[in-house]
Each structure stands twice: as C-alpha cells, then as structure tokens.
C-alpha cells in the first residue's frame, strides 16, 4: 500500500533561517506531489506541483523553492524564513487528477 | 488562489443530529471532493462526486452536487462526537485541485 511521510513533524525557526521539509511517497511510481501550506484557521493554499523528477510549478511567488531530487521526494527550502512563513505545510501525492492523499504535515513556527 | 468557500464556517450539534455543510465554487469543475482535517493532523479523503452526478452516499455520509448552482452540500447523519474535525470542500477542474476555508464541526457527547 502507499504511504507519505513527512518530518519532521514540528519545527520551531527563528527569523532568517534556513527551511527544509522532506516528503517521501512509498508504494507508488511517478506521483503527482504538491505542497499546501495552510495558515492557522484557514484552507489550504496550493505551493508547489510537481509532474516528475526535477519539475517544478510554482503557484504563488514567494521565498520558498521547492525541489524534486528523486521520483518520490519532494522538498521544500526557504534561504531566510518570514514570520509569515509560520503554518501547516502538508505533503500530498495522486496519481490522477482525482483523491488526493496526504501526509501528516509539519506545523513550521517562525520566531 | 481558493475556489470553493464553505458555509458555514463553524457548526455546533448535538450527537445524534445531523450535519449539515456547505460548499460554493466558481468555475466549471470535473469532480468535487470533500475532506476531513482532524485538528493539527492531514487531510482524509471523505468522497468524490462527479460533474455528471448529483448525488453520493458512503456510510452516513451523503453529497449532493448542483452544477448550475455551482454547489455541494456534505451531510453527516446520526453525528457522533468523534466526528468532530474540520471538513474541507475541493474543486477539480482539470488542473489542480483548490481548497475552501473548512467548516470546523463540533460534535458535543
């Protein structure tokens, strides 16, 4: 069966630091990986999409970068984190354009 | 950029009535989803509907979807105080999927 991590599960960074969350997808090939970030009390707000190895859509400009290094991995970096970057930022992965599955997210809090 | 605005935003119940929420969209979809946020945990896919269908069930859930009012509606019958979450509309219309705001349902024993 399929399975997404995602850690780590909580982080607290201070204003100016680097960021980098790690999402792995087992039991499936060539996903569709994305990641929303969700702010506290809200929807989820669409990051980043990715069609396969090394491609990136990015859907809101921003100081965030994502990458796909391996079919199954998808990571998200910031050189110099905002206090607005605080959030929930959750992994998911289809391979339609259907259900989409998510993993359990990462609760980032920027001081 | 959000599509679907669900309403409303909180509701309150009693365990064993019914739930019922809410959800808005603006363009052409291909399918409706709705999810289910446990508070501080991911996303659980709840049921899919179809631009071509009107109507779902799975367990106590029941969906409907007006594509010429461009809404849904999510119905939890008998609620239980487990089903207490945050429950999420998303619209596929053939690219990404967008979120609504969730409706937070709070279910009291």
């Known amino acids: 069966s399929q399975t997404i991590h995602q850690w780590p599960a909580t982080l607290v960074q201070p204003v100016g630091s680097p960021l980098s969350l790690e999402c792995t997808v087992e039991g499936t090939s060539n996903p569709n990986l994305y990641w929303y970030r969700q702010a506290a009390g809200r929807g989820l707000q669409l990051l980043f999409y990715s069609v396969g190895i090394g491609q990136i859509s990015s859907e809101v400009p921003q100081n965030l970068s994502a990458s796909r290094p391996q079919d199954r991995q998808f990571i998200l970096s910031s050189k110099k984190l905002l206090l607005s970057d605080s959030g929930f930022y959750l992994c998911?992965?289809?391979?339609?354009?259907?259900?989409?599955?998510f993993g359990p997210g990462t609760r980032l809090t920027v001081l | 950029s959000q599509q679907g605005e669900e309403d409303p935003q909180a509701l309150s119940i009693q365990e064993g009535e019914n739930a019922t929420m809410n959800c808005s969209y603006k363009t052409s979809i291909n399918n409706l989803q709705w999810y289910r946020q446990n508070s501080g945990r991911g996303l659980v896919h709840l049921i899919l509907i179809r631009s071509n269908e009107r109507e779902k069930h799975s367990g106590r859930l029941r969906v409907t979807l007006d594509t010429s009012k461009k809404s849904s509606s999510l119905l939890i019958t008998a609620s239980r105080a487990a089903d207490t979450a945050s429950y999420f509309c998303a619209t596929d219309a053939g690219g990404d999927m967008r979120f609504g705001a969730g409706t937070r349902l709070t279910v009291k024993p």
């Open positions: 998911a992965w289809t391979v339609s354009t259907d259900t989409q599955y």
